[in-house]
């Protein structure tokens, strides 16, 4: 756990507080009457609930339907005792002005809670209840992203970090709202999806070749600092976000968690979306243009036309018509295909020609 001796005060500190002491004492008034007491948590997993706004990407409605986690009902008793628990440990963080990541409240007791995922959802549900973002909780969640390039900052101990496109590169840090004086000459932030491609473009000094850039990856689908990290470069710089990400359904998903976000941290939309990221590659429409042999091309599985067609059906498609055209070559091809069909045409073709031409002549949707 870690102590912040920062004398700053956070403003959700004391409301975060009131809120939880609000819930004990709704359990105490339900047990005073006989009644078992229960959790009412807005119902994350429903499109019913969700809403699209071209300013801020998906997000929670203001009255969604929800669920309830009853202390006397077989099914739920355990997660309602879980949460308890969690709101315990909440309440002594944000008391103490301590810290701690999400595997810290998972080793306290891993028996009791079964596996890391089932505390991750909590901790989800608690902030989705109390309203407020995972950070006002005091819990940080471990980084597995990475970032490099033209980026200089100070994390929130002091600690200076130069993120100079080299051969590694810097992990995204665990605490995004506390790093400060960030500087960059960047003319743009390229997010990568896979960390392979991240690595090659390294390894091809890409950042300095062409322009002076930021390059980010989420290692796949990406997680919530390096999201948070995104959109505060975003923020702070306003320069393009650009995606670079497989032809196939899962690097779209990925894409659009970017830029739309999730149905599962929609009630923090606001912190974690860029409606402004565009789409650099691959594109399914470069596939025929730069004749990738279809030796190189993957026939789409069952599950990948599932989640094309999922990804078609949500509210933000309508809004982007050049998207929904490239996904419908996918979805007629009935082929996909990962960036390193690239290397057909030569090993640095991806940083040598592909990228270079694309940032110069506007090849992005």
């Given at each position: 756990m870690i102590k912040m001796e920062s004398c700053c005060v956070y403003c959700f500190s004391s409301e975060v507080l009131v809120s939880i002491e609000n819930i004990i004492q709704d359990i105490?008034?339900?047990?005073?009457?006989?009644?078992?007491?229960?959790?009412?948590?807005d119902n994350r997993?429903?499109?019913?609930?969700i809403k699209f706004e071209d300013s801020v990407g998906l997000q929670m409605v203001s009255h969604c339907t929800t669920r309830k986690i009853k202390s006397d009902s077989p099914k739920s008793v355990?997660?309602?005792?879980?949460?308890l628990k969690i709101l315990s440990m909440i309440y002594k963080l944000v008391q103490s002005n301590t810290y701690a990541t999400k595997r810290d409240i998972y080793y306290t007791d891993s028996q009791l809670f079964g596996n890391q995922t089932v505390v991750d959802n909590i901790i989800n549900d608690i902030s989705c209840m109390l309203?407020?973002?995972?950070?006002?909780?005091?819990?940080?969640?471990?980084?597995k992203g990475l970032i490099a390039g033209n980026l200089r900052y100070i994390e929130e101990d002091g600690t200076k970090v130069n993120c100079t496109c080299g051969a590694t590169a810097i992990a995204v840090p665990s605490n995004i709202q506390g790093i400060r004086n960030l500087v960059t000459d960047a003319k743009f932030v390229l997010i990568v999806e896979k960390d392979a491609t991240f690595q090659r473009l390294l390894d091809d000094n890409f950042c300095?070749?062409?322009?002076p850039c930021i390059m980010i990856t989420g290692k796949g689908v990406p997680d919530l600092n390096t999201r948070l990290l995104v959109k505060k470069l975003w923020d702070t710089f306003h320069v393009p976000v650009f995606t670079l990400v497989d032809a196939d359904p899962h690097g779209i998903e990925i894409m659009c968690i970017y830029k739309y976000g999730s149905m599962s941290m929609s009630f923090e939309a606001h912190h974690l979306t860029v409606?402004?990221?565009?789409?650099l590659g691959l594109l399914p429409s470069?596939?025929?243009r730069l004749n990738v042999p279809k030796d190189s091309l993957i026939p789409l599985t069952n599950r990948d036309q599932m989640k094309l067609d999922s990804i078609l059906r949500?509210?933000?498609?309508?809004?982007?018509?050049?998207?929904?055209?490239?996904m419908e070559i996918m979805a007629d091809s009935k082929m996909k295909a990962e960036i390193q069909a690239l290397t057909f045409l030569s090993s640095d073709y991806l940083s040598r020609v592909y990228l270079p031409n694309k940032l110069k002549f506007g090849g992005w949707i």
């Open positions: 105490i008034t339900s047990l005073a009457r006989n009644e078992a007491p229960a959790f009412t948590i997993s429903s499109w019913e609930n355990k997660k309602f005792a879980l949460i309203k407020v973002s995972r950070r006002s909780l005091h819990i940080l969640s471990t980084s300095n070749k062409l322009s409606p402004a990221i565009r789409w470069d596939l025929k949500r509210p933000y498609v309508t809004r982007q018509p050049f998207w929904r055209k490239e």
